[in-house]
């Protein structure tokens, strides 16, 4: 009796276990997933997120410590890692990341970034001629209406810099053509003094020959005028 109690308790501990491992592996799978779920939520978060706002990819509030930054930026960088995740927009939204926190981590251009949050905030109040103190800056619709107006703010800004690119590359290329032409030019000039000199020689002894040349014929024409003054003047005598 003894022994077929003991063998129900070993059968009914096996199913425990069983049991148990069951539930252990339900809630490793299920946590998994979860974390999968979370991975793919915050990738398609950054690829929907203002890629010219590095706050907004990194899901952060404007004026933040940079402590702040490094470890948000570090907690986001492992979970959406694409070695840690088969997302394939993991590589984009990773690359994204990483561009939102070297700009915020660099001091002129997180300078020019607030300094556009902060003048669209002051585009609205002067638009609805609030003051800095009016209570609607508090609202979550306030909060809405200077996202959509930072957006704006940053595209004009994006438009102008690319622009000045623009002029500055097209500057830069006409004054690298003038560079080139006048390099051309002097490198023409040199190559036509270097022919100049090489044919010096053969210009000063042609010149030598026809100046001899010129000296024979004219003491040989001096000497026929010479005779025939000489005739003319016997034929007075005669």
């Known amino acids: 009796m003894a022994d077929a109690q003991d063998s129900y308790d070993a059968l009914a501990h096996e199913e425990a276990s069983a049991a148990a491992a069951d539930d252990t592996s339900t809630l490793d799978a299920l946590e998994k997933e979860a974390k999968e779920f979370d991975k793919d939520a ?6 929907k997120a203002f890629r010219l706002d590095a706050y907004a990819v990194l899901d952060l509030q404007p004026g933040v410590p940079e402590s702040d930054i490094k470890a948000v930026y570090r907690k986001k960088s492992l979970l959406i890692h694409p070695d840690k995740t088969a997302n394939p927009a993991a590589p984009d939204a990773f690359d994204r990341l990483k561009k939102a926190q070297t700009e915020l981590m660099d001091e002129k251009a997180r300078e020019r970034l607030d300094e556009a949050i902060a003048d669209a905030r002051m585009l ?3 638009a609805n001629k609030w003051t800095v103190d009016s209570p609607e800056l508090k609202t979550a619709a306030f909060r809405k209406q ?6 704006e703010v940053l595209v004009d800004n994006e438009v102008r810099r690319r622009k000045q690119v623009k002029a500055q590359m097209q500057e830069e ?3 690298q053509k003038k560079e080139e032409a006048e390099i051309e030019e002097r490198k023409r000039k040199r190559d036509h003094q270097e022919k100049w000199e090489e044919t010096r020689e ?5 010149w030598r020959d026809f100046q001899k040349g010129k000296t024979g014929g004219a003491g040989g024409a001096g000497g ?4 025939e003054k000489k005739k003319k003047k016997m034929k007075v005598l005669g």
């Open 202 to 206: 053969q210009r000063i002894g042609s």
């Open 42 to 47: 915050e990738i398609d978060r950054i690829l």
């Open 173 to 175: 290329g006409r004054a």
């Open 146 to 151: 200077w996202r959509e107006k930072t957006r």
């Open 224 to 227: 026929a005028g010479g005779g």
């Open 124 to 126: 609205l109040i002067r």
